[in-house]
Structures are given as C-alpha cells and as structure tokens.
C-alpha cells in the first residue's frame, strides 16, 4: 500500500504541477481534475497558527483555499498543496474528525495518514515552486551562471 501511495502522490505532482510553476495554473489544473472550481485566497494572518483550510460546498462542489498572507511564493505553494491533496481525495471534515486525529483508534489512525499524505504531496508541491523559482533567471550572465551549477537548462 505505501508504494501505490507514493506511486499517487509522485503521479498528481507531475499532472497537476505545471512548469515553470505558477500557483494560479497549479490551482486550475486541481480544479479541472476534481471536476469543480477552486478559488485560492491568501488571508490568513499570521499568529493565528493555521497554515492553510480547504472548504468545498456540498451542493455545488466549488471549493475555497485559504492560505497565509505574504508569505514566499514556495510556502503558498506547499499550503495551497496541502488543502489541495484534501479535495483531490475527497476528505470532509467534521468536527468528530478533526478531534480524531488527537484520539487513539482506527479514526485518528485515518486522519493521521491523511495529513501525512497531504504533507508529502504538499512538499513535492512546494519544491516544484522552489524548482522553478530558481530557473526564473533574467539575463544572459546569470543564465550561464546557473547553467554551470545545473539549475537552468535552456
């Protein structure tokens, strides 16, 4: 079961992560494999210990990320990830499942490998980000530069 897992999770970042990496075309390409919109807003403050929350609406199935505020582009990215592997495995949440992650039995059981799979994904996501930030290179020299160290093959 692991291997099918990390098989899924390696098989979604290469449909869904586009290159060079941009969050908005990501978010899109999430909302066309779930079949319903998906809109990202970056609000969340900082102290409020959340780093991200997906909400998606019974009846229409369009979906919400929240995601924090003026962060770097990577962390977005890795938090919008997250939430995003929630809607693509069609996780709801309740109340009875948030405290069951908490609690001990097959229910915690579930909502930890949950959150570890979102957390896998959503690192493969935020270094997709990272990838492509660090091709974003400008000028001829730098170019070059990157070339030499293997960061930039065009």
Sequence with gaps: ?????????????????????????????????????????????SGTGMTGLSVRCQTTGAAVIFSPAGVPPEYSAHCVGHES?????????SARDASATYRDGWSGCVARRREREAERFAKRIGLAAAHATSLAVSDDRTRRLASAFGLYAG
């Design 85 to 93: 592997w929630h809607l693509l495995e069609g996780h709801l949440c």
């Design 1 to 45: 079961m692991w291997g099918e897992r990390e098989s899924l999770i390696n098989a979604r970042v290469r449909r869904l992560a586009p290159t060079p990496f941009v969050i908005e075309a990501f978010i899109d390409n999430v909302a066309r494999q779930i079949g319903n919109p998906v809109h990202w807003i970056p609000s969340l403050s």
